[in-house]
């Protein structure tokens, strides 16, 4: 199988937890994955790409769990528009442009490209978070599949690769699309928090936030 070995491959993996293990519960993404960001492909992006960055990061994942052919391959901006267009999404007009996509459009698009359906999450604002982290626990534990995450006063689409709780504290395991530049050293990534593990009570409490969890179970560690 052939993948296109310019990204990163599981760049969280050498990443520290916020607490002791010995005191935390952590479910994590299992499997294989390339690290999807702005500018990884040549085309430039920054300001509008972070959500099909995400859906890229999880065409990955999903392409190493079935050992797929090049086609279908991790998809291009242009070919995640041309597929919202023809599912009637879009308008025509929404080809070449630089318009956001969002946890519902993953969800449609991860359906059209591989057949598989997504729960969608509706957070109402971030302060709620916290009763919805149960939930991704599960889908962590039940399913090991990336999750998409989106808002509006958070609007920078990223995704969720793990859930972390202690007896005072809930995190999640942010990989981060914004990251522009050549590949760097998974350090580097740590250190200017494009994966990291952010509180749940550093989300914005103002915004709301739409996770889409893909429904297909890992097979690969």
């Excluded at 005191?23 to 920054?46: A, F, P, Q």
């Excluded at 698009?109 to 509706?122: E, N």
């Excluded at 202690?166 to 990989?175: E, G, K, M, N, R």
């Amino acid at each position: 199988m052939s993948h296109n070995r310019t990204q990163m491959i599981c760049p969280h993996e050498d990443l520290s937890e916020p607490v002791p293990s010995s005191t935390s519960t952590k479910m994590i993404v299992n499997g294989t994955y390339e690290y999807w960001h702005y500018g990884c492909d040549g085309l430039d992006d920054r300001g509008w790409g972070c959500g099909y960055r995400t859906l890229q990061t999880i065409a990955s994942w999903i392409r190493f769990q079935r050992n797929l052919p090049d086609d279908p391959r991790v998809p291009s901006l242009p070919e995640i528009q041309n597929i919202l267009v023809t599912m009637e999404d879009k308008s025509p007009t929404f080809r070449g442009s630089r318009e956001w996509i969002g946890s519902f459009e993953v969800c449609l698009v991860l359906d059209h490209l591989y057949d598989i359906p997504s729960k969608i999450i509706h957070v109402n604002q971030g302060s709620q978070l916290k009763s919805h982290f149960p939930t991704i626990q599960e889908h962590f534990r039940r399913f090991g599949s990336p999750i998409m995450m989106g808002g509006d006063q958070d609007c920078s689409s990223k995704g969720i690769f793990g859930a972390l709780a202690s007896s005072t504290s809930q995190y999640l395991l942010i990989v981060d699309p914004h990251y522009w530049g050549k590949s760097c050293s998974n350090a580097d990534l740590f250190e200017n928090n494009w994966i990291h593990w952010r509180k749940l009570e550093d989300f914005v409490d103002s915004s709301f936030y739409n996770m889409c969890l893909p429904q297909i179970k890992a097979v690969q560690s």
